[in-house]
T-cell receptor
Framework: GIQVEQSPPDLILQEGANSTLRCNFSDSVNNLQWFHQNPWGQLINLFYIPSGTKQNGRLSATTVATERYSLLYISSSQTTDSGVYFCAVSGNTGKLIFGQGTTLQVKP | DAGITQSPRHKVTETGTPVTLRCHQTENHRYMYWYRQDPGHGLRLIHYSYGVKDTDKGEVSDGYSVSRSKTEDFLLTLESATSSQTSVYFC????????????FGPGTRLTVT
């Protein structure tokens, strides 16, 4: 099945800093989603982005399907951005496979 | 936000007892999924449904069964709960198969003592 690797595993930022999270996957995909799991455990949809670039406020994402990676950019980070960020992908015959996540802590 | 609710939100039960978790959606989506989340394993698919009375296994289906008698409800049953089934359980929905965006419910924290 498809392998999903996220980096870095942990990230600590000062409020206001920018960051880039990476998701590498091992095969072609027809679904790629980024989620934020907040400290209360809720999974929040950030982007549905099997290819291309999208932006939503301070967050943006880019997926380069031919090179099998996706990037999540967080600009001007806030303490409410803290939590775990998951990348999840599915291929033609597979189910949605989650990466291990990047744990982000934003300090005031 | 997608209209997905899960009940109960928290449950503590004893080993060997049956447990049923409920997922309810108001979006009329065809596909529904049950995942479990454990430290070190991320989220893993237990079972999914692609229509009323149509279900299939995921990667960690042993010890679990599911039923879907209505579009809006998807039940997950642990016939005889074990301590290894202590986990956080998430329901998800999508309007189509795996290439479609999935939306997740708030989760149920289950502890088996």
């Amino acid at each position: 099945g498809i392998q999903v690797e996220q980096s870095p595993p942990d990230l600590i930022l000062q409020e206001g800093a920018n960051s880039t999270l990476r998701c590498n996957f091992s095969d072609s995909v027809n679904n790629l989603q980024w989620f934020h799991q907040n400290p209360w455990g809720q999974l929040i949809n950030l982007f549905y982005i099997p290819s291309g670039t999208k932006q939503n406020g301070r967050l943006s994402a880019t997926t380069v399907a031919t090179e099998r990676y996706s990037l999540l950019y967080i600009s001007s980070s806030q303490t409410t951005d803290s939590g775990v960020y998951f990348c999840a992908v599915s291929g033609n015959t597979g189910k949605l496979i989650f990466g291990q996540g990047t744990t982000l802590q934003v300090k005031p | 936000d997608a209209g997905i609710t899960q009940s109960p939100r928290h449950k503590v039960t004893e080993t060997g007892t049956p447990v049923t978790l409920r997922c309810h959606q108001t979006e009329n989506h065809r596909y529904m999924y049950w995942y479990r989340q454990d430290p070190g394993h991320g989220l893993r698919l237990i079972h999914y449904s692609y229509g009323v009375k149509d279900t299939d296994k995921g990667e960690v289906s042993d010890g679990y069964s599911v039923s879907r008698s209505k579009t809006e409800d998807f039940l997950l049953t642990l016939e005889s709960a074990t301590s290894s089934q202590t986990s956080v359980y998430f329901c998800a929905i999508s309007d189509g198969g795996y290439s479609y965006e999935q939306y997740f419910g708030p989760g149920t924290r289950l502890t088996v003592t």
